[in-house]
């Protein structure tokens, strides 16, 4: 088998482990059924199943998104030749277990938001680690420091800025930029074409910046 063919076939194995939704395999496991149903966005991800499945199906749906987008990555980069990770074919298999897991080929081409799941194919860089901590960064920044909601709003900006700054880094390592960015692309288009009722966009700098709009509002 051939390097092409070989990165074809981890691209599928990929879009596969990351087309298995946890959230709904845990639901059953912990008899929480209609866990889902019960959300708002009836997303099948973390977050909801945490919310609405309990502690242990939140765990362990989180366990298993993570490692559905780590091992595909990390076995693919294992004992390959640098040159190969220059081609856009490399680069879907970075991305190959969001895809899956926003447009699962098992739940009719409807999946979750792929957030998790971009954390653990960015894991699977290992040892090149710095990607992923630009990515938890941009997701604690909008959420500590410049606080952005509704967490819709919170995961298109932090996918953006982590492009920005995964572009600028990530130099000599083409692969990871064009992965990233043919993800970050299709969890937005999942963000944005979700029937989700999308609330008014607010920013808190540190908690005072509403504070300080109010108060322009009343003089």
Same mark, same amino acid.
């Given at each position: 088998?051939?390097?092409?063919?070989?990165?074809?076939?981890?691209?599928?194995?990929?879009?596969?482990?990351?087309?298995?939704?946890?959230?709904?395999?845990?639901?059953?496991?912990?008899?929480?059924?209609?866990?889902? &149903?019960?959300?708002?966005?009836?997303?099948?991800?973390?977050?909801?199943?945490?919310?609405?499945?309990?502690?242990?199906?939140?765990?362990?749906?989180?366990?298993?998104?993570?490692?559905?987008?780590?091992?595909?990555?990390?076995?693919?980069?294992?004992?390959?030749?640098?040159?190969?990770?220059?081609?856009?074919?490399?680069?879907?298999?970075?991305?190959?277990?969001?895809?899956?897991?926003?447009?699962?080929?098992?739940?009719?081409?409807?999946?979750?938001?792929?957030?998790?799941?971009?954390?653990?194919?960015?894991?699977?860089?290992?040892?090149?680690?710095?990607?992923?901590?630009?990515?938890?960064?941009?997701?604690?920044?909008?959420?500590?420091?410049?606080?952005?909601?509704?967490?819709?709003?919170?995961?298109?900006?932090?996918?953006?800025?982590?492009?920005?700054?995964?572009?600028?880094?990530? &130099?000599?390592?083409?692969?990871?930029?064009?992965?990233?960015?043919?993800?970050?692309?299709?969890?937005?288009?999942?963000?944005?074409?979700?029937?989700?009722?999308?609330?008014?966009?607010?920013?808190?700098?540190?908690?005072?910046?509403?504070?300080?709009?109010?108060?322009?509002?009343?003089?």
């Amino acid at each position: 088998m051939n390097e092409m063919s070989r990165t074809v076939m981890f691209i599928g194995m990929g879009y596969l482990s990351g087309s298995v939704l946890y959230a709904r395999v845990f639901a059953r496991v912990f008899r929480k059924e209609n866990m889902l &149903e019960q959300s708002r966005d009836h997303n099948p991800g973390t977050a909801n199943a945490f919310l609405y499945g309990g502690f242990w199906c939140g765990v362990c749906t989180l366990i298993f998104d993570l490692l559905k987008g780590f091992l595909p990555v990390y076995v693919f980069l294992q004992n390959r030749n640098p040159d190969a990770f220059q081609s856009w074919l490399s680069a879907l298999v970075l991305a190959a277990p969001v895809i899956g897991h926003t447009f699962s080929v098992f739940y009719g081409f409807r999946g979750g938001k792929g957030i998790a799941v971009t954390f653990g194919c960015l894991a699977g860089l290992y040892p090149v680690l710095e990607p992923l901590y630009m990515f938890a960064f941009c997701f604690i920044f909008f959420s500590t420091i410049l606080k952005i909601s509704p967490h819709f709003y919170r995961t298109v900006f932090s996918y953006l800025l982590a492009l920005l700054m995964i572009g600028r880094k990530a &130099e000599g390592m083409l692969f990871i930029v064009r992965g990233f960015f043919a993800a970050a692309v299709v969890v937005l288009i999942r963000m944005l074409t979700s029937k989700e009722k999308k609330s008014r966009l607010e920013v808190k700098l540190f908690g005072c910046f509403n504070t300080f709009l109010r108060d322009r509002r009343r003089t």
